[in-house]
């Protein structure tokens, strides 16, 4: 696609509830990141993809959280048991073959979620 | 651990002044990027800084580059409301970006 896709766009669920969310990053990139945005903070790295595996997930805050990417392509962020501190915006963002050796990240719309 | 700080972290100036926005990190860092963000939107790259003395320019901002000082500036000049947005500086750490908080920019008349 032209951009990084994300979905959905808003999701509220509920303390307790599984809540999974999906990035579609512009084709070819083989780099894909995942960021948390709280309100009035700077996006927090979570978990970066170079194809199918995860290069680095040292942002992860705790187990509850995973995330996939099985075809170098798509991936999604599943959050389990959800807390009301999970509450934020996730950003995806994908970059060309060389990372950020090479390039720069371009970021999704994000999916914001409301755990109640 | 890198640490990015900017100052301030709310700039209220009024149109047609000038300023600048600093963005300081604790760690030796190959490049830095500066990226413009809207209400409700997602992030859009401005400038990526490559090496020390590096200086770019985009209409009415200008951003530096310090890596001995390993500090960061974006200057403002002639501030137009369409600049008001949050701006944020991003420094890698091996293959990630580490943001900055964030400096939240309001150009009133």
């Known amino acids: 696609g032209a951009g990084v896709s994300q979905t959905p766009s808003n999701k509220v669920t509920e303390k307790g509830k599984y809540v999974e969310l999906r990035c579609d990053p512009i084709?070819?990139?083989?780099?894909l990141y995942w960021y948390r945005q709280s309100l009035g903070q700077g996006p927090e790295f979570l978990i970066y993809f170079q194809g199918t595996g995860a290069a680095d997930d040292s942002g992860l805050p705790n187990d509850r959280f995973f995330a996939v990417r099985p075809e170098g392509s798509v991936s999604t962020l599943k959050i389990q048991r959800t807390e009301r501190g999970d509450s934020a915006v996730y950003l995806c963002?994908?970059?060309?073959?060389?990372?950020?050796?090479?390039?720069?990240?371009?970021f999704g719309e994000g999916s914001r979620l409301t755990v109640l | 651990e890198l640490k990015v700080e900017q100052n301030p972290l709310f700039l209220s100036m009024q149109e047609g002044k000038n300023y600048t926005i600093y963005c300081n990190y604790s760690?030796?860092?190959?490049?830095l990027y500066w990226y413009r963000q809207d209400p409700g939107k997602s992030l859009e790259s401005l400038f990526v800084?490559?090496?020390?003395?590096a200086v770019k320019q985009e209409g009415r901002l200008m951003a530096s580059l310090d890596t001995k000082a390993r500090l960061s500036t974006l200057h403002i000049t002639a501030a137009v409301h369409d600049l008001s947005a949050t701006y944020f500086c991003a420094v890698t750490n091996t293959d990630k970006l580490i943001f900055g908080t964030g400096t939240r920019l309001q150009v009133f008349p």
């Open positions: 084709s070819g990139h083989t780099a």
């Open positions: 963002a994908s970059s060309s073959a060389g990372g950020l050796a090479t390039g720069e990240l371009f």
């Open positions: 800084l490559l090496s020390n003395g």
């Open positions: 760690t030796t860092s190959d490049r």
